[in-house]
């Protein structure tokens, strides 16, 4: 907040005194179309890429494809290591499918997140929409997002380990 009797100034221009605490830059052009945009085009745009998703897992078929097939997974090719993120098709098809223990086994990290990802979508949706009903919101932490990153790091190292018990999530 400026301090009184110091001029402000704004993109090197001085502002007028009765400006300097409610002077709002001019808004762009892309911001003017989001604020006209109805409240419904969020979750409907944010379900449509869901919806593409969701569409090109099923066709797509992953769980017949190896590292090689199209699309090629980068770091699988060059290396022979899985990235943090292998599997994650796989996971998606078979929790599709219902089949949760073989999504646990291609990329749990995946299982354990698309129940609150899932309802974090619908209940943004449902508050977006003014339904005369209202989803509270779910409240993550710093400490339990930065829970969920090193155990996600540490299931990433821990399958490319080649010793008996991490060779189950090899994929």
Known sequence: MPQLGVPVVHEGVPMPPMYHYAYQPPKGKFQRLIERLPRWAGPAGVGALI????????????????????????????????CPGCGGTRAAWYMLHGDIPAAAHHHAPLVFAAPFLAYLYVAWTVNQLGLPFK?????????ALVIFLAAWLAFSVLRNLPWTPFTYFFV
């Open 135 to 143: 989803l509270p919101m779910l409240q993550i932490s710093n400490k």
């Open 51 to 82: 919806s593409g998703g969701v569409a090109y897992t099923l066709l797509m078929r992953p769980t017949s494809a190896g590292a090689a097939d199209q699309p090629t997974c980068i770091m699988k090719l060059l290396t022979g290591f899985d």
